[in-house]
């Protein structure tokens, strides 16, 4: 799961527009540039079954969907933030 994750850039790029409140799909693909619509649904859609996002649909209409981060969600990003810290202590004493 960590490899699946961690080795998606775009995983993360997700959890920090989460993060500063951009919760839609499509707001998601306008916010970066080279996400495309694709990638990013095969990105949320891996992290929903691995339960670190959870997909919460609005019966409206037009349908809204948006994304947040579950409980088990927030325990495997602060993971993933200290192998992010760890791999930029090794960089610098390199």
């Known amino acids: 799961m960590v490899e699946t994750i961690y080795g998606c850039k775009w995983s993360l790029t997700v959890y920090h527009l989460l993060a500063n409140g951009i919760k839609r799909p499509g707001e998601m693909v306008r916010s970066v540039e080279g996400l495309t619509t694709k990638v990013l649904n095969e990105c949320l859609r891996k992290n ?34 200290a192998l992010e810290r760890l791999q930029d202590e090794i960089a610098t004493e390199a």
């Open 48 to 81: 929903v079954a691995f339960g670190i996002l959870e997909r919460i649909a609005y019966h409206e209409i037009p349908p809204r969907v948006e994304y947040a981060v579950t409980p088990f969600g927030r325990k495997f990003i602060r993971v993933l933030d």
